[in-house]
């Protein structure tokens, strides 16, 4: 395998009860690039998302990181190699504050992840990192503010400080603008644009302007398959693309374009 590819699965399938939902699936993405699933609903995309992050376990194929075989790794294992998943549920601490929530990111560096516990001045060495990382993504005016009390897009922000807390080398984004307004989906595919930089990501999302400003290559799913791969400008005109969307978003597809 090259070793332009950071991940890449070969021949994946995943079977329920007889029901093809991931059928002979080899994906490539590449290094540094912005890389999205695209495909009407039902297409298999969270499947696929689920298989690479070991929530589920492949019926068969196989998935490579840089070049080795992940297949029967634990998500746990995943994680410390540097793949990381946001998920389409914001999934950030309601109760604490902006700060804190980085700063529990952040534990990983400490060799005490998951000791919520940790005194008060081990938090604190983390501070300072913890505010770059607010800062980055334009929250460093909420480091204080308690998370339910953050608006939907503002979660989503932080979401993704703590996902860059982990420093991935590979971000997996299911969904990022889903339920957003229009202000909010500018402003995190902005953030998505930051965060990519010295890294790669692997994006689901359905609103296709988001996909048409921020991807370099764009591989659709259909019924488990892919249908097509390659830069939006081919993808958007692809007659089958259009024809598998239908109706409302097939018009998205001309309206991002």
């Not at 039902?42 to 696929?48: D, E």
């Not at 992840?113 to 993504?137: C, G, I, M, P």
């Not at 010295?198 to 296709?208: A, K, W």
């Amino acid at each position: 395998m090259s070793s332009e590819f950071v991940l890449e699965t070969r021949n994946l399938v995943k079977e329920f009860k007889g029901f093809t939902a991931v059928d002979d699936v080899n994906l490539k993405i590449q290094k540094g690039h912005i890389h999205a699933l695209i495909g009407p609903n039902g297409a298999g995309k969270t499947t696929v998302f689920n298989l690479l992050t070991k929530f589920l376990i492949p019926t068969r194929g196989q998935i490579l990181f840089k070049g080795e075989d992940i297949t029967a790794m634990k998500s746990a294992a995943i994680a410390r190699k540097g793949i990381i998943r946001s998920f389409q549920i914001s999934a950030v601490f309601p109760h604490m504050t902006a700060l804190e929530n980085v700063r529990v990111a952040l534990q990983r560096f400490e060799g005490n992840s998951f000791h919520f516990w940790t005194s008060e001045k081990t938090l604190n060495r983390l501070n300072d990192r913890a505010y770059q990382l607010l800062e980055s993504v334009g929250l460093e005016a909420f480091a204080d503010t308690v998370t339910v009390e953050l608006s939907y897009g503002r979660k989503r922000a932080l979401e993704l400080a703590t996902t860059l807390a982990m420093e991935p080398e590979l971000v997996l984004l299911d969904e990022p603008t889903q339920g957003m307004g229009h202000e909010d989906v500018d402003r995190v595919v902005e953030l998505i644009r930051q965060a990519a930089v010295g890294r790669t990501v692997l994006m689901v999302e359905h609103n296709l302007s988001v996909v048409s400003k921020l991807c370099d290559r764009i591989t659709v799913l259909t019924r488990g398959a892919i249908l097509t791969e390659g830069d939006y400008a081919n993808v958007s005109q692809n007659p089958k693309v259009r024809e598998a969307y239908m109706g409302s978003e097939s018009a998205a597809v001309e309206g991002a374009h």
